[in-house]
């Protein structure tokens, strides 16, 4: 079942959008459409002009010579993804998003992450992609016919809740591509939260916290004194600071900060962050 309105929770076309499957006696227009719905997925998003399209695997997929799975690999291993998401990102990043286009989901912790860079220093790029295409869990959820899609956003067993939050830091929006457009660009969005284990809230990309991101070089500031010992800590995240700095050399600060406020100064923090210019994205108790 998947969680909430997806509507607001910018999942609604992958809710509404049935698993596309390959079988015998399909058309070619049918197929065409099975290769553009892998295209989507393993690249994100990303518009594909016709001179970066693979003929050969597309060629051998409609003569029945493949099978969707090994399709999948041919992109995933082809120079168009290694370009975009690997050889230009992070690693962390490019883990990330291996697991967002061929998985469909979040990583599910800093092992699952360890253990995939581990991969890619002991046996490089290609055995990576590999490493997802001939899990037991692709297997299990897409077969060999079943284009990839993105369902970490759905309750399951095994699922944390950390790794529900985290599917949503990577994907915002049906509409929106792995890089482009994405507030994040080529920098991890999962590093810290994985390694701190830390759920993030889930708001929707309509809205103004959807543009909160964590900041990746200021410290998580606790605010009061004794804030760990009266009562109940809660966490602001807030995007959107404007200087009003005379002479400031940039009109905008870091746009993003996280607060750790006890409960009784919460209404005086909240003054102090609107009357400062910031949006508030989001906030949630921790103890």
């Known amino acids: 079942m998947a969680f909430g309105p997806a509507s607001r929770l910018g999942v609604a076309l992958f809710e509404d959008t049935d698993p596309i499957d390959l079988w015998p006696g399909r058309s070619n227009e049918e197929i065409e459409t099975i290769i553009g719905a892998v295209y989507k997925q393993v690249l994100g998003n990303a518009y594909v002009l016709e001179s970066e399209r693979l003929a050969v695997p597309e060629s051998q997929l409609k003569r029945g010579e ?15 993804y290694r370009s975009r998401f690997f050889d230009s990102v992070p690693r962390y990043r490019s ?3 291996n697991f967002r286009h061929l998985l469909g989901r979040a990583p599910l912790d800093l092992e699952e992450t360890r ?14 992609i590999d490493s997802y295409l001939d899990s037991d869990e692709y297997q299990e959820t897409f077969g060999e016919n079943t284009v990839p899609y993105i369902r970490g956003y759905k309750t399951e067993a ?10 949503f830091q990577l994907v915002r929006g049906s509409a929106s591509s792995s890089l482009k457009g994405d507030l994040a660009g080529k920098q991890p ?5 994985v390694i701190q284990n830390t759920p993030t809230p889930v708001v929707s990309p309509l809205s103004k916290g959807a543009t909160f991101r964590n900041p990746t070089s ?22 959107g600071y404007k200087a009003n700095v005379v002479n400031s050399i940039s ?3 870091r746009s993003n900060q996280v607060y750790f406020v006890p409960y009784n100064q919460l209404s005086q ?7 400062q210019g910031g949006v508030i994205a989001s906030i949630t108790p921790v103890n």
Do not use: C, M, W
């Open 269 to 275: 923090e909240y003054q102090r962050i609107h009357k």
């Open 189 to 193: 969005k999962l590093n810290s939260l």
């Open 158 to 167: 095994i699922q944390s809740l950390v790794q529900f939050s985290h599917l």
């Open 66 to 80: 493949i099978s969707v799975r090994e399709f999948v690999r041919q992109v995933a291993k082809s120079d168009l």
């Open 218 to 239: 200021t410290p998580r500031t606790r605010q009061g004194v004794g804030a760990s010992d009266d009562g109940k800590i809660y966490r602001i995240e807030v995007t």
């Open 115 to 128: 253990s995939h860079s581990t991969i890619l220093d002991t046996k490089g790029f290609e055995a990576e």
């Open 251 to 253: 009109k905008f600060r």
């Open 95 to 97: 883990i990330e998003l």
